[in-house]
């Protein structure tokens, strides 16, 4: 289970183009004795997409996040969130 599914915490994230743009923690997962942080965007999301990103060290022992190159460690990641996310919501609770 995600260590934490539904905080409150924000992240400013800058691209690569300079532009900063807010999230919103939806959950960390630890794998492999790495990190994964499940974000969401807080403006423009009417769709529910949600990024992941992986917590790694910087030259100065600073965590920093960045995105995950390899397809075979996304897609594993991306499959354990989902499962996780989506099991959070209850839709036969809209049902009743």
């Avoid at 790495?34 to 423009?44: Q, S």
Wanted: proline share 1%; glycine share 6%.
């Amino acid at each position: 289970m995600a260590e934490e599914l539904f905080g409150d915490e924000i992240f400013t994230l800058t691209d690569e183009e300079g532009n900063e743009n807010q999230f919103e923690l939806l959950g960390s997962h630890e794998m492999n004795g790495r990190t994964y942080l499940a974000l969401v965007p807080l403006e423009d999301n009417e769709e529910g997409d949600y990024v992941i990103l992986k917590v790694e060290n910087d030259i100065n022992n600073e965590e920093i996040l960045v995105t995950i190159d390899d397809d075979e460690e996304f897609d594993m990641i991306a499959n354990i969130f989902d499962n996780e996310l989506f099991d959070e919501i209850d839709y036969d609770e809209d049902q009743k």
